[in-house]
């Protein structure tokens, strides 16, 4: 992902990221288009996001500080912000007194997640584009109906374990671009508190969703070992 995103962006200055486990809206397109268009110039936004969480009454359109990894835009002046010295970015958060922030008000163990890829427990570039968006005090443009949907939260996927908790409906009805156009580019206070709630809310079904995924993942590990031996 890191060097296929700095490639691209390199030759042509922008880019849409997806991977192969999401669908998309048919109007997936045009919203990340227009919004690439319309805050292109506008330095206080560092991507485009297409993935809402399953929260109901969320604004249409909101700005959050970070970034994320479910469908998303940006460009190369964006991307340009990005470090990979995932070490770096935890005495930054540290630095800056932002680790109950980085966390969404502790509901979500983002620093822990940061912390295991410095030390080689996991290799996710995501969670260092969330702390390198977040320190810097960029803002991302996020949308209240999803135009993307994960399917790879079936225990497929690399970093992911099995759960419908993120699921989330696929918008099949047109952005609205005149409210897109009529934000105030800051964050969004109640859509982030409405994030927190909903992240604490889910905590105690992701515990045991991991448990379960580790269980089976040492189950078949010994599986292994005494069908080979």
Known sequence: IISGV????????????????????????????????????DERIISINAYAYPIKGLPNYFFLKGADCWGWATWKRGWDLFNPDGNYLLAQINK??????????????????????????????????????????KLSLYTGK???????????????????L???????????????RDLTVEEDDRAYLMHVKYLQSIKISLLFAKLKHRINQNLRYVWNICNHS
Request: net charge negative; charged share 20%; with cysteine.
């Open 166 to 180: 993120f699921d989330s409906d696929i918008n099949m009805e047109a952005p609205i671009y005149d409210q897109i």
């Open 6 to 41: 700095t490639e691209v962006v390199n030759q042509y200055g922008r880019i849409i990221v997806m991977e192969d486990d999401l669908v998309v809206s048919p109007y997936f397109l045009s919203f990340m288009n227009f919004s690439l268009d319309y805050f292109c110039n």
């Open 96 to 137: 800056q007194n932002m680790r109950r922030r980085f966390d969404y008000d502790n509901s979500y163990p983002y620093f822990k997640s940061l912390k295991s890829q410095t030390m080689g427990r996991t290799d996710s570039w995501a969670i260092r584009w969330y702390a390198s968006a977040l320190t810097y005090g």
């Open 146 to 164: 999803s135009y993307v949907r994960n399917i790879g939260m079936d225990s497929t996927g690399v970093h992911s374990d099995k759960t419908t």
